[in-house]
């Protein structure tokens, strides 16, 4: 049965090589491996080339590279968007979305099967979590990506289905794949990891040292109205979340992005423009203001005169405003669009 074969796509290069070891191979045969596998995208181990042949054979008897699928493609007629969405081997559904634009092409990857943090304007939320991905399962999707995109991608974000920060030491297994020069050789910081805000982990993140990038679901100015949308902010207050910011960015010299979802209503007023450009003033950071991409019932996106007027009001901080108008709404691929609760097959 495939299920009791070794999954060699969960293992990291320094795994491989262990397991070539293991195997009464030499430790370079672990990172020939791991290249076939990622840099040169294989699916079946007899294009292994430099491979012994008694390997192969070994390695077809008792190991499997297949975690995923593409199981559909859609892609937006209008902004050149597409969501792919991928069939795990248990018969669970994730989605990962390639955003081609003028100067940069972005592949957003997802992190777990749903997500726990409940935040109450975001589809994925309301799915619940599921299941965490393996790093296999996570590097698989920038696989299929990579085979579809007719141009170089340029930019990986941890933006999708999940919070990356619950499935920490997949995710940075995941993101180390990415970066590893037998691997994707992405570089480190072309991929951003974005996060709700769980503290421990900012700190644990900012303490081992990586080198990807750091982006921080803030998405409203004081804690009422945070914990309101976002349950999390109970257990972490704007206060504790910006002090571990500060020692993300004091730690890693890094400049950090605050991401800022705009609900009209909800944190739009002139006073959370105050508020947010006093918060990002204290940080090392930019703002990233993303326009509300309708997706759960009593929130809406503010008008185009009221974003303007609250861009208006974060002029003259000491950090830099980007906005992030949603590619591929039209095909339910935009940020917090992601849901695939009702595509559940039995295994
Ligand atoms: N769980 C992580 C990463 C995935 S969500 C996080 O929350 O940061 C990626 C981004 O999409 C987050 O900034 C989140 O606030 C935002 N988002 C969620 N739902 C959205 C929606 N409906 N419209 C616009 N942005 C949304
Ligand atoms: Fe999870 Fe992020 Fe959606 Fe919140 S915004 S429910 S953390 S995916």
């Keep these: 049965m495939d299920t009791e074969k070794t999954l060699l796509k969960n293992f990291s290069q320094a ?15 672990g990172r020939q491996l791991f290249q076939w596998i990622w840099e040169k995208g294989v699916d079946s181990f007899s294009e292994m080339s430099n491979l012994s042949k008694p390997f192969i054979e070994k390695l077809e008897l008792t190991c499997n590279l297949e975690l995923s699928t593409v199981h559909q493609v859609q892609t937006s007629e209008t902004q050149g968007t597409s969501k792919f969405l991928i069939r795990l081997n248990d018969g669970r559904f994730v989605e990962t979305v ?5 100067r ?3 592949v957003c990857l997802s992190s777990q099967v749903g997500c726990a943090l409940d935040c109450d304007f975001c589809a994925t939320g309301k799915m619940g979590l599921k299941r965490n991905l393996t790093s296999g399962e996570i590097a698989d999707q920038l696989l299929h990506v990579r085979r579809f995109s007719e141009r170089l991608i340029t930019n990986i974000v941890f933006m999708g289905m999940g919070e990356p920060f619950h499935n920490y030491d997949q995710v940075i297994k995941a993101a180390n794949i990415l970066n590893a020069d037998s691997g994707f050789a992405h570089g480190a910081r072309k991929i ?14 900012a303490d081992e040292g990586h080198r990807f990038k750091l982006a921080v679901s803030l998405n409203a ?8 949308i976002m349950p999390i902010n109970k257990k972490w207050d704007i206060a504790e979340l910006v002090k571990a910011c500060k020692h993300y960015t004091e730690t890693s010299k890094n400049m950090l992005t605050f991401e ?5 209503g909800i944190n739009d007023s002139s006073g959370d423009a105050r508020r947010l450009k006093k918060i990002a003033n204290q ?24 974003i303007t007027t609250f861009l208006d009001a974060l002029e003259g901080g000491r950090f830099g405003v980007t906005v992030r108008w949603s590619q591929g709404d039209d095909i339910d691929a935009a940020c917090g669009q992601l849901s695939t609760a009702v595509q559940v097959e039995e295994a």
Excluded: W
């Design 260 to 264: 800022y979802v705009l609900m009209q």
């Design 221 to 228: 100015s004081e804690d009422q109205s945070r914990t309101q």
């Design 15 to 29: 795994e491989l090589e262990n397991f070539a070891q293991s195997k009464g191979h030499k430790a370079f045969r």
């Design 98 to 102: 390639l955003i081609p634009e003028s």
């Design 283 to 306: 940080v090392f950071c930019k703002v990233n203001v993303i326009p509300y991409n309708e997706v759960a019932e009593g929130y809406q996106r503010p008008s185009k005169k009221r």
């Design 192 to 205: 951003t990891i974005s996060t709700s805000g769980l503290v421990p982990q900012i700190r644990r993140f």
């Design 104 to 106: 940069r092409v972005t």
